[in-house]
T-cell receptor, first 112, second 111 residues
Framework: DAKTTQPPSMDCAEGRAANLPCNHS???????VYWYRQIHSQGPQYIIH???NNETNEMASLIITEDRKSSTLILPHATLRDTAVYYC?????????????FGQGTTLQVKP | SQTIHQWPATLVQPVGSPLSLECTVE??????LYWYRQAAGRGLQLLFY??????ISSEVPQNLSASRPQDRQFILSSKKLLLSDSGFYLC??????????FGEGSRLTVL
């Protein structure tokens, strides 16, 4: 079973920031938070991951609360191409042996 | 960078027929490899993962099997397909930084 809770759907205006929340209240100390997205009919795409510090890359920012029980993925300037299902996953990381269990995710609809 | 090739991209098979989906990985060595399935309107379900040649772990009981004959080759098979085997099958490779890199998938319709 997935160990995260995400809203089933969200809308965002094009050009605005998209803030996608995720609750993971039972996260363990050795578990990372991963975010992926899946554009219709394609394979999932890795976005970002973090342990306890906030992270930023060319795609997004990840904000993790101090107690690590929730996180927010931020797409700073959403475009129509960001319309996708976004998955928040928690999993222990041990080298390259990550085994990710996907939940239902959040369907983000970016509107013009 | 890694590249994952999956084929065939789409196929339509009758119930009771065999299945073979192939996945090959380029740009890395000794990866962890995974098969996921996504039924229509559903999330991704982890089916199998492999940490090396000949080493397969099954996550759920099912009508499918997996094999890893070479380091960068992962095969999903069935002897007799069921209607419930229809779905979008995704192969993934685990990177050294912990994230998964996915192929473009194989869409199977069982009639």
């Amino acid at each position: 079973d997935a160990k995260t809770t995400q809203p089933p759907s969200m809308d965002c205006a094009e050009g605005r920031a998209a803030n996608l929340p995720c609750n993971h209240s039972t996260i363990s100390g050795n578990e990372y938070v991963y975010w992926y997205r899946q554009i219709h009919s394609q394979g999932p795409q890795y976005i970002i991951h973090g342990l306890k510090n906030n992270e930023t890359n060319e795609m997004a920012s990840l904000i993790i609360t101090e107690d690590r029980k929730s996180s927010t993925l931020i797409l700073p300037h959403a475009t129509l191409r960001d319309t996708a299902v976004y998955y928040c996953i928690v999993s222990p990381f041990s080298g390259n042996t990550g085994k990710l269990i996907f939940g239902q995710g959040t369907t983000l609809q970016v509107k013009p | 960078s890694q590249t994952i090739h999956q084929w065939p991209a789409t196929l339509v098979q009758p119930v009771g027929s065999p299945l073979s989906l192939e996945c090959t990985v380029e740009g890395t060595s000794n990866p962890n490899l995974y098969w996921y399935r996504q039924a229509a309107g559903r999330g991704l379900q982890l089916l199998f993962y492999s940490v090396g040649i000949g080493q397969i772990s099954s996550e759920v009981p099912q009508n499918l099997s997996a094999s890893r004959p070479q380091d960068r080759q992962f095969i999903l098979s069935s002897k007799k397909l069921l209607l419930s085997d229809s779905g979008f099958y995704l192969c993934a490779s685990g990177r050294s930084t912990g994230e998964l890199f996915f192929g473009e998938g194989s869409r199977l319709t069982v009639l």
